[in-house]
């Protein structure tokens, strides 16, 4: 058993309120006042750390006086500036930035109070590690609807830092036990939750956790065994929407991106490169980060500021840890979307010819494996636009000569296949897999990365038309298991299997289409494909571990 940093308990104040009263909740650091929101308590910016330096650990948050407002959101941690090609709409701007960002926001019936023990969600953001604030997914919507159902339950939504300010690699990263910070913010936040969250009115014990993109991959690497917390002292269950445990380097091998920011930072001479680094003003450091590739850069997917192996938080590349069985063994619910990887094969139209396909993802991605190998997987991704994603689409959104063959197996890459062969080694009596094919019809992206969220999220009740996903999820969240009366336009009941109920033999997925359609199909494409793509992925990370 691992040991809270919060050694102290909650002193728990019981929101006994007059109608129209704000929510007021005391906890051993503080008082903060929140608001009414519909038939919700809201607890807005709430610090789960205290302000610290650049590149530090979070620490327990400050002792503070006064009666605290937390009717606001944060400030987001610092964000990466993102070069988004057409037809990726700009991004809105997030508000205040500051690095003084490590808070979070509480979203509980207004009846709930301690002793209430209500099942507690943690939804962790996404964003590839680059961007992200914890107001981007609206979940109050799902809050209230648990009302509804007669589920109740609370969402907590923690600020992590991102890019380089959450992902520093390099050996002098580790050497100073600083490596993965954005996942040690999770981490606390969500010790934070296990002693807080009573004064909320929430069960510690029955704690689940989640999110999309980054915010699932980190869920993945939180799965995993580690040499700071057992998984299930923080959490009893996963829901993750694109992503789950991938492959990744070791913090030494960040160190180019190290090196490459001490230098834009004229940092090169000082005796203590890490300390210069966090000595230079924020703008002026902002501005070198943001010089350095994105998601959306050439390298795509490869991007350089995300989680890696430090032998602490991510002892051994998570597909070794996979493939061996070593994370936590609970329900989870994971899933994708169709056409994962279109967005991500936007900044690639100068790859037109199957040579430069087969170079870009030898030199990109598989840099240790055999000609042969890739030779093989561009036989199982063929130059064939009818084969390429977005998927069923005949030869339309071809924007490229290679950009469909690109867009299936960067899709595969890192989500769809990453999730397959999670799938196919995890205790497979405790998983639920989902797939989405809602939006389809969009051109060139197809039902592209992303496109799911708002399916379990609707941004307000009034806007959803069908409550399945969303019913779904707050199964989960309260029983683990999804099937609770799920029910379509007032129809039957929809039964959810689990992935190793075999439907024409290959395992079950649940799948949303369009228009509100939900159906349970076969896990059945790309099998070959994606088996030879995560043998060629085990395979390197053995060899470089």
Known sequence: MFQLPFLLSAALAVPCLASGEAPTVTLNYGVFQGAVNGNLSTFLGVPFAKPSVRFSLPERPALLHGVQNATAFGPACPQQALTLPPPIPPLVSEGQVSEDCLKLNVFAPKSAKPGSNLPVFVWIY??????????????????????????????????????????????????????????????????????????????????VIGGPSAGAISTGLLLLSNKRFEPTDLFRGAFMLSGSPITTGSVTDGQPYYDGLVAANNCTRSSDTLDCLRRVPFDAFMATVNDTTNLFSYSSLQNIWRPRV??????????????????????????????????????????????????????????????????????????????????????????????????????????????????????????????????????????????????????????????????????????????????????????????NELMDGSPSLFTLSDPDALSITPEDFRVDAIQFLFEVLLQQAEKSA
Not at 148 to 164: C, D, F
Not at 172 to 183: C, K, P, R, T, Y
């Open 310 to 499: 430090d032998g602490d938080i991510v002892i051994q590349d998570p597909l070794i840890s996979v493939s061996k069985g070593l994370y936590a063994n609970i329900p989870i619910i994971s899933g994708d979307s169709d056409d994962e990887g279109t967005e991500f094969s936007l900044s690639n139209d100068n790859i037109t010819t199957n040579e430069e396909f087969l170079d870009y993802i030898h030199s990109n991605y598989l840099s240790n494996s055999t000609s042969v190998q890739i030779a093989k997987l561009g036989t199982l991704y063929p130059n064939d636009p009818t084969q390429g994603s977005p998927f069923d689409t005949g030869t339309a959104n071809q924007l490229t000569p290679q950009f469909k063959r690109l867009a299936a197996f960067q899709g595969d890459y890192l989500f769809v296949g990453g999730g397959a062969s999670f799938w196919n080694t995890h205790r497979r009596r405790k998983m639920h897999g989902v797939v989405n094919k809602h939006g389809k019809s969009t051109p060139i992206l197809g039902a592209a990365h992303g496109s799911d969220v708002p399916l379990w999220f609707p941004p307000s009740i009034s806007n959803a038309t069908d409550f399945v996903p969303v019913d779904a999820l707050i199964n989960f969240i309260n029983t683990l298991n999804p099937n609770r009366s799920l029910k379509a336009h007032n129809t039957s009941t929809i039964y959810w299997p689990k992935w």
């Open 126 to 207: 996404g964003g590839g590690f680059e961007i992200g604030n914890s107001p981007d997914t609206e979940v109050r919507p799902v809050v209230e609807r648990s009302l509804a159902t007669g589920e109740p339950i609370i969402i907590v939504t923690p600020n992590y830092r991102v890019s380089a300010f959450g992902f520093l690699a390099g050996k002098e990263v580790g050497d100073a036990g600083i490596s993965n910070l954005g996942l040690r913010d999770q981490i606390f936040a969500l010790e934070w939750v296990q002693e807080h969250i009573q004064a909320f009115g929430g069960d510690p014990n029955r704690v």
